[in-house]
Nanobody, 122 residues
C-alpha cells in the first residue's frame, strides 16, 4: 500500500520561496507518475505539476518558470520548489501517485494521495 506524506508548507511573502516535500512509502517512486495538486475552498482541485517514471515533466501555465518538480529516488521523495510566490498560489497542496502518465492532469487518474500541506502567500 502506497502512503504519501507532505511537508514544507507554511507562510511566505509574495516573491518568496518554499519547498514542499512528499515522502513516499510502500513502493518505489521510480515506478509511478507523481504529481502536485492544489485546492482552495470552493474550487476544484487543480493540477500544478507532474513527473513521470521516465522523467517527463509538465506544469500548469500559471506556475511555469516559477515552480520546479523533482524526485529523489534514493530518498523516495518528491519535491516542489516554489519561487517567486504570488498570493494566488495560496492553497492546500497535495501530492499524488498514479500508475500511468496522462494529460490533462485529472485528480481522478491518481490512486494515492497525501493529506495535504497548506501554503499561504501574502
Amino acid at each position: 500500500h502506497v502512503q504519501l506524506v507532505e511537508s514544507g508548507g507554511g507562510s511566505a511573502q509574495a516573491g518568496g520561496s518554499l519547498r514542499l516535500s512528499c515522502s513516499v512509502s510502500g513502493h518505489t517512486i521510480s515506478r509511478y507518475c507523481l504529481a502536485w495538486f492544489r485546492q482552495v475552498p470552493g474550487k476544484n482541485r487543480e493540477g500544478v505539476a507532474t513527473i513521470s517514471a521516465a522523467d517527463k515533466i509538465w506544469y500548469t501555465d500559471s506556475v511555469m518558470g516559477r515552480f520546479t518538480i523533482s524526485g529523489d529516488n534514493a530518498k523516495n521523495t518528491l519535491y516542489l520548489e516554489m519561487n517567486s510566490l504570488k498570493p494566488e498560489d495560496t492553497a492546500m497542496y497535495y501530492c499524488a501517485a498514479a500508475r500511468s502518465w496522462s494529460l490533462p492532469l485529472r485528480p481522478t487518474e491518481f490512486e494515492y494521495w497525501g493529506q495535504g500541506t497548506q501554503v499561504t502567500v501574502s
